[in-house]
């Protein structure tokens, strides 16, 4: 049986007493967590990575920075986040290194994780992977090397950063160790059920669909659609003029439309050149339409009805785009979407970041949730 709880602290400014907040929590429960999954503003992730292992060295211990923090205990952009999970698992964790470069020199290091385990049924990876490097699509050709053919799904968020941190650094821990330009990673094994995961997207396709016909993936560059610059086929389609296209394109995602279902890449910039930038690799020939929002109560509605319908959650982790948490801020809507969390499961937790992972493909303006029988 899972013994499963979160704890959140939202003090500001202040590391020690944050810690300390969340420490006091931890110690309620008497006792030693097999697993604990955490997320910090980034002037306490350093201090918190080295506090946690030092008071649970037996514990695996995996975290990342994130733009805003959120727990069945509480929410805040600054502060803590931590879900603690003992009994019914099995965990193991690890980390990839040169995630901007070269991952795939440290499969080994995957490999020697996949060891532990005697058998891989009922299995997740949950893995953080640090921003502003185009290194997501590296790792998850890492990652699925050694897990797809093991059907071991992945659930994962890019790490974020606070919005008053000067220095905008992305970063994630294994074990007290922090590391940047790197994933860390943590397979987990549920003993007492199975696991389930969903995408959540509060935008569909307009009728404006195009294909792409020249592209850099490897740079997340369209330089063409439909055989003419990116940037003046779109303007066309939002009928405005390519010097208006950029604050133009803001809450206009691109979907990439995928064997019936639709990825969502959000636009990074237009470029001098009418090309234009985005956060996710898209590919040549792909199918890639113009997105609106839809109904977002009724998109959250839809979401608890599919989640109930397949897994009774003990707990959930869920990763949650920042350009969605801004969208909520916005209109008011931060409170229901925390509600409509809690509704499908008392105990989850929860980090809004750069990107969003699921079964080895990198999307933007996304929910992804694994959820825990």
Request: include cysteine; glycine fraction near 6%; proline fraction near 3%.
């Amino acid at each position: 049986m899972h013994k499963s709880f979160t704890a959140f602290s939202n003090i500001k400014n202040d590391k020690e007493a944050a810690f300390s907040q969340i420490l006091d929590q931890l110690k309620q429960h008497e006792i030693i967590p097999q697993l604990i999954l955490f997320s910090s503003c980034n002037p306490y992730f350093n201090y918190v990575s080295q506090k946690l292992f030092e008071c649970f060295p037996e514990t695996q211990i995996v975290g990342c920075t994130s733009c805003y923090q959120f727990n069945s205990s509480g929410n805040n952009e600054y502060g803590i986040s931590l879900l603690a999970v003992a009994g019914g698992i099995e965990v193991k964790a690890g980390v990839i290194l040169e995630a901007a470069s070269y991952p795939m020199k440290y499969f080994g290091q995957l490999e020697k994780v996949l060891k532990y385990f005697k058998s891989y049924e009922n299995m997740c990876c949950v893995e953080f992977t640090t921003a502003n490097s185009n290194g997501e699509e590296l790792v998850l050709d890492t990652l699925n090397k050694g897990l797809e053919e093991k059907n071991i799904t992945i659930f994962g968020s890019t790490a974020g950063y606070c919005s008053f941190d000067e220095n905008n650094v992305s970063m994630v821990s294994v074990n007290g160790q922090v590391y940047e330009n790197a994933c860390a990673f943590v397979l987990l094994k549920n003993l007492d059920g199975k696991i389930f995961t969903y995408k959540e997207n509060i935008y569909i396709p307009t009728k404006n669909v195009f294909t792409v016909t020249d592209v850099d993936s490897h740079n997340r560059i369209v330089y063409e659609y439909n055989g003419e610059p990116a940037a003046v086929a779109i303007a066309r389609a939002l009928d405005t003029e390519v010097s208006n296209l950029g604050s133009m394109l803001e809450g206009k995602p691109m979907g990439r439309c995928v064997d019936g279902d639709v990825y969502i890449t959000e636009t990074n910039k237009v470029n001098p050149d009418n090309s234009i930038s985005y956060y996710s690799q898209i590919y040549n020939y792909t199918k890639i339409a113009l997105m609106r929002t839809e109904n977002i109560p009724e998109v959250f509605a839809n979401t608890r009805k599919i989640v109930k319908n397949n897994i009774s959650p003990d707990f959930m982790l869920i990763a949650n785009c920042v350009s969605r948490k801004n969208l909520f801020e916005k209109e008011g809507l931060t409170g229901a979407f925390m509600n409509s969390l809690k509704t499908m499961s008392q105990t989850f937790w929860g980090l809004s970041g750069y990107g969003e992972q699921l079964d080895f493909v990198h999307m933007n303006q996304s929910m992804v949730l694994i959820a825990f029988e």
